[in-house]
């Protein structure tokens, strides 16, 4: 990469940090995604951001799927470009974005993972008087509940849930705050948990969840618990919160058909987001048919 083109760059992902405010995370998805298509575009003999058109950045997209690189990945990289060239035009650089009209090979769309009833009843129905398990319930609880982030339920305080009115505020992507609703069994597993927390907690810990030492509880520590908690009760499969969070919106939807209302509940910014789970509920509808309809039924068997 030229000087010029790092300079660019490092400006392009300090705007990400500071106006944004994205995590250290994405930011690192964004560079490395940048990074790539300028590599590839060097291999093509691309000279530079600024002289980047359409047909350059069409023949980049295809050698980079022809070397394996998946629809998935080519349409994140896509969309870090489009930033990219609106922060440019934003700052006078360029003059068009090249990646407007680029659309990356379609990619096989996996269904998320999901735990039906009497799973959830297995794992969240456990009696236990141990505290961290106790801890453990309540996070479950509070995931199947609330369809939230595995990051946003190590983000809670200890002030963010409302017992008394059954609310959560909850901060998700890009900073911004919602408010959902926390279901009864969830209250009181929050209950029951808070009681056990304020014997473990240090005095200056503000976290809702913590460790056995006291401070707030992480990521990988709670993706790690869950998963000992599937283990220890023999659900089918591995669980992880976000198998919790998908479970929570295909039921919802299932129920209720009202994607509006649990696109707001997931905190997703973009309904097609959400659409995913539309797909979800058609699965669920098709075994019924088969199962139920004479001769669907009939047809299967032959």
């Known amino acids: ?29 964004y560079q490395r995604d ?13 000279a530079g951001w600024r002289a980047l058109d359409e047909r350059r950045l069409r023949r980049a997209v295809a050698q980079l799927h022809g070397n394996g690189l998946s629809g998935r990945s080519l349409a994140r990289l896509l969309s870090a470009v489009r930033s990219f060239y609106r922060y440019l035009s934003r700052e006078g650089e360029v003059t068009q974005n090249p990646a407007l009209a680029v659309q990356a090979p379609k990619a096989s769309r ?31 609880e509070l995931l199947y509940s609330s369809g939230l982030r595995v990051s946003e339920l190590a983000s809670l305080d200890l ?29 009181e597993a929050l209950e029951r948990w808070i009681k056990e927390r304020n014997a473990i907690a240090l005095l200056d810990e503000s976290a809702l969840f913590v460790g056995k030492q006291g401070r707030r509880l992480g990521v990988r520590a709670i993706e790690q618990r869950l998963k000992r908690q599937g283990e220890h009760v023999g659900v089918s499969g591995r669980v992880y919160p976000h198998r919790l969070r998908h479970s929570f919106a295909s039921h919802m939807l299932e129920s209720s058909a009202d994607l509006r209302a649990v696109q707001e509940l997931l905190g997703h910014a973009d309904i097609a987001t959400t659409q995913i789970y539309t797909h979800l509920d058609f699965q669920h509808l098709m075994e019924v048919y088969e199962h139920s309809h004479p001769r669907a039924k009939r047809k299967k068997e032959q």
């Open 1 to 29: 990469m030229q000087a010029g083109d790092e300079r660019l760059l490092a400006a392009f992902l300090r705007y990400l940090e500071g106006e944004r405010q994205l995590s250290a995370h994405t930011l690192k998805n």
């Open 34 to 46: 940048l990074e790539r298509l300028d590599e590839q575009l060097q291999e093509l003999g691309q």
């Open 110 to 140: 996996r269904l998320p993972q999901t735990l039906d009833v009497d799973q959830l009843g297995t794992l969240l129905d456990q009696r236990t008087d141990d505290p961290l398990e106790i801890r453990d319930l309540a996070m479950m």
């Open 159 to 187: 002030i963010d849930p409302d017992l008394r009115d059954g609310s959560l505020r909850v901060t998700g992507k890009g900073n911004k705050t919602r408010e959902v609703p926390i279901g009864r069994k969830a209250i």
